[in-house]
């Protein structure tokens, strides 16, 4: 079509809508990447809205599209001056960050790294606001796509802030996806809620949707860290965008946004993740802050360390039973070698290597044991056990 001047400007809109049809397909689909290709190589795929043609870019990327259709797209012109504008559009709050478009977030999405490397040659940039994208939707399967974003930058929070600049609180990643979690937490909890109109044959409402958002936001959470966010103090915050707004020399959200934090819980629902955030360093001190499952292995590595270093023949001594006098028990079992091994490492190295095991939180799957996300649950299975009993209640008079 292209080689014989068909679907010239004119065309656009009906491209368009050809290239939308695309989206409703399988990735990997034979032929799909072909005939995306193509239809992005006809003139008139260069007269398509602008914002439409990033749309239809971004959808493309984040089902994976590269091959012959991805040079096509990145040749476009309104493609090219896209990259280049967002690198300098304003940092969005969690809200607006939750509908980001960005060809090159888009890319990460697709989890193809040569796609990614693709948009970022064509002179795009790896923004906050992209990070945050991710951070936002702690209920889905991100990781990986934020993982591969953060391997090709890791763009600063801005902690002073310009005068005259407004920057939100929530453009911290950190932050940005502690609000994102409740923000999904009551999606999560809208559809458990739908229960309460099943009867009493269906299912309780269960917290298991709960810990799934909490592992996978703790995964995230994990990610920022390792990159290096942490949660920051703000200098020269301004409050809004009121003509009087206030400059605060200082601004701490957890203390600051008072309303926002109590949302966020960090005593119990977020727990686990603000620990991941703020990453303090394991010691014997701070044993008890990690999670159970570390907590129990690092039990284990010591007792196995202060066993192996114990002399040969002696066994500890249960209280109230008198050893029996056989030749079996008389003989003492020798530590093994892996416990001698253990016991030859200097205390100092076994508390490092604990430390180095600390992190990352997640793979220890903590859970969430208390707070008011649990809670609400709790509420909402107990409405329903009253609900499913009521009926007899009220016909049961006799």
């Not at 994990?222 to 009121?242: C, K, M, S, V």
Request: aromatic content about 8%; glycine content about 6%; charged content about 15%.
């Amino acid at each position: 079509m292209h080689s014989s001047g068909q679907l010239g400007g004119e065309y656009a809109p009906a491209v368009a809508a050809a290239l939308q049809a695309l989206l409703h397909h399988a990735a990997e689909e034979p032929g799909l990447e072909a005939a995306a290709a193509q239809w992005l190589s006809v003139p008139a795929a260069a007269g398509i809205e602008a914002h439409k043609l990033k749309y239809l870019g971004c959808r493309l990327l984040e089902q994976g599209i590269a091959g012959e259709a991805l040079p096509a797209l990145l040749a476009l012109p309104a493609v090219r001056e896209a990259l280049q504008a967002a690198a300098s559009e304003r940092l969005c709050d969690w809200r607006n960050a939750s509908h980001w478009q960005s060809l090159v977030a888009s890319a990460a999405v697709g989890g193809r790294p040569e796609a990614l490397d693709a948009v970022l040659a064509a002179g795009g940039t790896v923004t906050l606001n992209d990070v945050n994208r991710f951070a936002v939707f702690a209920n889905r399967p991100s990781l990986q796509g934020l993982t591969l974003l953060l391997s090709r930058g890791v763009p600063p929070v801005p902690v002073d802030v310009p005068p005259g600049q407004v920057v939100w609180w929530s453009a911290c990643p950190i932050y940005a996806l502690l609000q994102g979690l409740c923000h999904q937490w009551n999606l999560v909890l809208e559809r458990e809620s739908m229960k309460l109109d099943g009867g009493p044959s269906t299912p309780l409402p269960s917290d298991d949707g709960l810990q799934q958002l909490h592992a996978n936001a703790l995964a995230l959470m994990d990610e920022l860290a390792q990159a290096g966010y942490r949660p920051i103090t703000f200098q020269n915050y301004r409050e809004h965008y009121a003509p009087d707004a206030r400059v605060l020399p200082t601004f701490y959200p957890p203390t600051d946004a008072p309303r926002d934090a109590a949302k966020w819980d960090l005593a119990a629902t977020s727990k686990w993740l603000w620990r991941a955030a703020q990453r303090e360093p394991w010691s014997p001190a701070t044993h008890a802050h990690f999670p159970p499952a570390f907590r129990a292995a690092a039990c284990t590595l010591l007792l196995v360390a202060h066993r192996g270093s114990s002399p040969a023949g002696v066994q500890p001594r249960r209280a109230g039973l008198r050893p029996r006098r056989t030749a079996q028990a008389a003989a003492p079992e020798p530590p093994s070698a892996a416990a001698v091994g253990v016991a030859s490492l200097p205390q100092e190295l076994l508390q490092r290597v604990l430390r180095l095991a600390a992190y990352l939180l997640s793979p220890w799957k903590p859970r969430i044991e208390d707070g008011r996300m649990l809670q609400d649950i709790r509420q909402l299975r107990n409405s329903m056990l009253i609900m499913n009993v009521l009926p007899d209640c009220f016909y049961d008079y006799d």
